[in-house]
């Protein structure tokens, strides 16, 4: 008679539903290992519509790409003066598809610096992107197992317009704050104009669906130099370096 396959060798075992708590904590612990082996400890995410792109016919839409591009770049350049004296290093971290997340990444590299790309598994729009550090690069089945590791390292988040995961994204950060269960971090949202005609804040707080306090969780910015200067001085503060 042949042996039995080892049940961490049977792969219709492990694709069943009885295994997915072994699938889920695989992404934890894969990740985990790899970020551990990079000495990762702080993050900058930047979040945004998959959608844009770097000559985009829409002028505003390609302005916004390279607005990305630029931020994390400069970002990138700062993080490789913390990293040559901090013990953790710093890193740009985006979902490591393609328009806003390109971008990010791409900035990142362009400066040098180490580039995270958190992918997940969808039928479309979602191939990693070529700018992303080849040994952290990671791809997800479960969102919230991606979500997770977004927030994990994160000193600060970054939101360019996007569409429903950027918006889910953006309110998930929100909650997580207002309830206290992460630490404040600065929030940058791009596009001043734009966000505040998508989303009445306004109206939330007119209403008494967010405090006022809540709403000022955000900070919005149109040029790249003053969203710089923000982060790098909260990350100085928060971090005391």
């Given amino acids: 008679m ?6 961490y060798k049977n792969e219709e075992f492990l694709n069943s539903p009885e295994a997915r708590p072994l699938r889920i904590l695989a992404e934890y612990l894969e990740p985990e290992k790899r970020f551990r082996e990079a000495n990762i400890r702080n993050t900058v995410v930047f979040f945004g519509s998959a959608r844009v792109k770097e000559n985009d016919p829409d002028s505003e ?3 916004l790409y390279w607005k990305a591009e630029k931020l994390a770049f400069m ?3 700062w993080f490789k003066e913390l990293n040559s004296k901090k013990a953790g290093k710093f890193a740009i971290c985006s979902g490591g598809g393609p328009g806003i997340m390109e971008a990010a990444n791409r900035g990142a590299s362009r400066a040098g610096a180490l580039s995270i790309g958190l992918n997940i598994s969808l039928p479309h729009e979602q191939l990693p992107n070529d700018f992303i550090t080849p ?3 990671f ?7 991606r979500k997770l590791w977004f927030m994990y390292f994160a000193r600060a988040a970054v939101f360019f317009p996007g569409g429903f995961g950027t918006m889910d994204e953006l309110f998930e950060v929100l909650t997580l704050i207002q309830t206290c269960k992460i630490e404040r971090i600065p929030i940058v949202l791009f596009d001043q104009a734009l966000w505040r005609e998508v989303v009445d804040f306004e109206k939330m707080i007119e209403k008494g669906y967010i405090a006022r306090k ?6 919005f910015f149109d040029d790249v130099e003053g969203a710089f200067e923000y982060l790098k001085s909260e990350l100085k503060l928060k971090l005391k370096l």
């Fill in 214 to 219: 809540d709403y000022e969780l955000m900070r």
């Fill in 2 to 7: 042949e042996r039995a396959k080892k049940a």
């Fill in 135 to 137: 040994e952290l690069n």
């Fill in 75 to 77: 970002l990138g350049e």
């Fill in 139 to 145: 791809e997800f089945h479960y969102f919230f197992m």
């Fill in 61 to 63: 839409n390609r302005e």
